[in-house]
């Protein structure tokens, strides 16, 4: 099984930037496409973005695309979010998962993911 390692969170001002990062053990990771969630306090974890296996295709929540931009690096097994314009709303516990297949158009289920990281906290202050 992966595992799967986030960093980057933080608290920053509305209006500022955070970079995630989600580090991937094992030498399969270019074979699968990763996604991001968030889970704000007292609310359902929801989807926030996902990239197929060789980055060539993205897709984006409604409440961030503009803002996010998900990348990644297959050479260094890890997969980016880069956060601008954050909002208060934004704040929220951010978790990548690795998606069961390299590409697909289920990118909102949760049981599409096989495997999840610990989260990284990610604050924004008004």
């Known amino acids: 099984q992966v595992q799967l390692v986030e960093s980057g969170g933080g608290l920053v001002q509305a209006g500022g930037s955070l970079r995630l990062s989600c580090a991937a053990s094992?030498?399969?990771?270019?074979?699968?496409?990763m996604g991001w969630f968030r889970q704000a306090p007292g609310k359902e974890r929801e989807f926030v973005a996902a990239?197929?296996?060789?980055?060539?295709?993205?897709y984006y929540a409604d409440s961030v695309n503009g803002r996010f931009t998900i990348s990644r690096g297959n050479a260094k097994n890890t997969v980016y979010l880069q956060m601008n314009s954050l909002k208060p709303e934004d704040t929220a516990v951010y978790y990548c998962?690795?998606?069961?297949?390299?590409?697909?158009?289920?990118?909102?289920?949760?049981?599409?993911?096989?495997?999840w990281g610990q989260g990284t906290q990610v604050t924004v202050s008004s």
């Open positions: 998962a690795r998606f069961k297949r390299g590409d697909g158009s289920s990118w909102q289920e949760q049981g599409e993911y096989d495997s």
């Open positions: 094992g030498r399969t990771f270019s074979n699968y496409a």
């Open positions: 990239i197929s296996w060789n980055g060539g295709s993205t």
